[in-house]
């Protein structure tokens, strides 16, 4: 069956950096956008960052611009978020999505929801 599966959430201090994995499997998502959403306790779950299908486009929300990088490998359909300068804000569960595009994804178009991963910032 499709399946999207998060990694490499964990606990780090103010500053530090972390990089979360999200393995998509089987064809279908290999055209398609993928990205990030973020929901912390008692709030909505927010974008965070996508990536195009061939990887040439990328977008961030401005919380985490200049701080967060997206990448994708299409042999293995596995998505990556490196996030430095880690700050007590960005303590959420993380979510992989798929969607048909940057565009569609945005507007909570979702294809694919992964089960999430816990990134907690703490000093």
């Known amino acids: 069956q499709a399946q999207i599966v998060e990694s490499g959430g964990g606990l780090v201090q103010p500053g530090g950096s972390l990089r979360l994995s999200c393995a998509a499997s089987?064809?279908?998502?290999?055209?398609?956008?993928m990205g990030w959403f973020r929901q912390a306790p008692g709030k909505e779950r927010e974008f965070v960052a996508a990536?195009?299908?061939?990887?040439?486009?990328?977008y961030y929300a401005d919380s985490v611009k200049g701080r967060f990088t997206i990448s994708r490998d299409n042999a293995k359909i596995i998505i990556y978020l490196q996030m430095n300068s880690l700050k007590p804000e960005d303590t959420a569960v993380y979510y992989c999505?798929?969607?048909?595009?940057?565009?569609?994804?945005?507007?909570?178009?979702?294809?694919?929801w992964g089960q999430g991963t816990q990134v907690t910032v703490f000093s």
């Open positions: 999505a798929a969607s048909p595009s940057i565009v569609t994804m945005r507007g909570r178009n979702i294809s694919s």
């Open positions: 089987g064809r279908t998502f290999s055209t398609y956008a």
């Open positions: 990536i195009s299908w061939n990887g040439g486009s990328t």
